[in-house]
């Protein structure tokens, strides 16, 4: 299928103006489309309409005047396709409350990361629950927001059952800044954006202990083992794992201090507690409740995940740091790939 | 196989004194081995016993007293295991000086990363031409020489087609610090070596040219896809070109910039000449050669490698380096995985 076969969407409603939910606002803007960002507080909408920027998320980044904001849920349900941009716990409200508003067949895209913690439930699961009407999509790639806002390159997985429904949406998204790789793997896009915030935990705090690159890479290895190994027991394809959602995401997160789960396992591993960091913080990063959620998961699927187990142990359940990292060191030599 | 069932071969020989073969002798050392580190210039094994390190390439490391310094080729290669750690283009030239000195039978590990230019060889292929009776093995994975040196922990594939044999390899070897796991995947074990310099030139490119982490991401998980399908090609199996030899040393080489490739990448990115900044260094960057040796090999076998090619075009055709990035970007938006 060639682009001129697709025809793009006009008109793209982005529900959640937080960082992401700004930036991809922007990204739909300069592919040409007529793009309304929906935020829940009428406040933050005076304010960005007043500065011409997302002060609050985004500082420093000017909004194109072009940009329509409204508080007012119905306008933006309205669009020819949604990006559902709040955080992930609430997804399932957001879809709730959308699904009166939406034209049969919208696509609703999600663009949150993680699992819903009260379920187990993947972002998909949980608005197919609220929206079962509604072709559901996935967009998950490493994408730090305030370089897509800036028309900073940028690609990413477009995930939809509906493949020329996809190729829609990805004409109506990709531009030479913003591509969108398309695929069809709705659930293998969702796993690597849940559990690399887990790993990201465990990459700080081998950074905070000064263990080296050699280890964080090590590390970045397997725990992209440990994600494919759920990923295939979820039913997710080994090239979605390896691909943008997965690999590119784990890369893109583990390296970079800018990631909150990651500066907080270097905290942790300078030897602070959890409780004197999150006391600190005004938002939790999200990898202190997904390691919790996941080794639910992995062990109903009886899957091994020996380093977001470890994770888990040292965030919820008071494990000694070292010990865990002496246990982790000490199983039995292996061989690669098992 | 447990570890009780298998003997460590009691004497390591290293053949090659530059940073990787001191760290690798210092790292069988502390797995409990008798190791002898062979030198070719009789001055520097002088100043190694003198100064007790390698001030040379690992300044500030305090070599064991207990390691054996050697000019005398013979003397090293009685060792029960060899590794082999010459520059990659002096491991053909390695192997046939060792042939006549080695014991049947005695295993000889490739530590070395890149094509071979003359003959685009495979580090195995070339010292097999040498060594046909001798079992051949490669190590391989994410690898700062100084962190191995210090026992920092550290992670790599050992691959061997002689499966008993490897796990002896791996006994010789491992420590807590210091990790092999078994493969028996001796051509997959090569390929990210050898490709992940030509890559890191390209993410030094991105860097320099200002472009952003999204991308640099985004170039990591297409340069494995890149990675995958010369492997796949060549006969490697997914799990290698996906562990530690692959994924692990790419990601290394790819964030940061103790990589000479890397920083190569960079300045270039920033404008300046190739030959300027060759004409600064001491060394070539391996990246430079293996770029154009990739794209022959990647055409015999028919296999599409387009960020090595554009990496090929800039350093060894004139292509601009805008122009590059931008037909790259201008490619049509595609399926993933393809």
Chains 1, 2 share one sequence.
């Not at 990651?262 to 997904?290: K, P």
């Amino acid at each position: 299928m060639t682009a001129a076969d697709v025809v793009p969407f006009a008109r793209v409603g982005v529900i959640g103006a937080g960082a992401w939910g700004t930036a991809l606002a922007l990204a739909a803007l300069r592919a040409g489309r007529d793009t309304i960002l929906w935020a829940r507080e009428p406040d933050a909408v005076e304010a960005m309409r007043r500065d011409g920027e997302n002060a609050r998320y985004l500082p420093g980044i000017p909004l194109d005047p072009a940009l329509e904001i409204t508080a007012d849920l119905a306008r933006a349900a309205a669009a020819d396709a949604i990006m559902v941009v709040t955080p992930a716990q609430h997804l399932r409200t957001a879809c709730t409350r959308l699904a009166p508003l939406l034209r049969p067949g919208t696509p609703v895209v999600l663009c949150a990361k993680g699992i819903e913690l009260a379920s187990g439930c993947l972002m998909s699961e949980a608005a197919a629950a609220s929206l079962p009407a509604a072709p559901i999509g996935v967009l998950s790639g490493p994408t730090f927001a305030a370089e897509v806002a800036r028309g900073l390159p940028t690609a990413v997985t477009l995930a939809i059952k509906d493949q020329p429904l996809g190729a829609r949406i990805v004409e109506t998204l990709g531009s030479r800044s913003f591509r969108p790789y398309l695929s069809d793997d709705v659930t293998g896009a969702q796993v690597g954006g849940a559990v690399k915030n887990v790993l990201a935990i465990a990459c700080g705090i081998i950074q905070g202990r000064q263990l080296g690159d050699n280890a964080r890479a090590a590390l970045i290895t397997r725990g992209l083992a440990e994600i494919s190994r759920l990923g295939l027991a979820l039913g997710a394809r080994p090239e979605t794992l390896m691909g943008l959602s997965g690999l590119g995401d784990l890369t893109l997160t583990c390296t970079s201090l800018q990631s909150r789960n990651t500066s907080l396992g270097r905290d942790l591993g300078e030897g602070r507690s959890l409780s004197e960091i999150l006391g600190e913080r005004h938002s939790v990063a999200e990898g202190v409740h997904t390691a919790a959620a996941l080794g639910e998961l992995a062990g109903r699927h009886g899957v091994e995940m020996p380093i977001c187990r470890a994770i888990d142990a040292i965030l919820n359940h008071g494990a000694d740091i070292d010990e865990t990292i002496a246990s982790l060191m000490a199983r039995p030599f292996r061989i690669e790939g098992r």
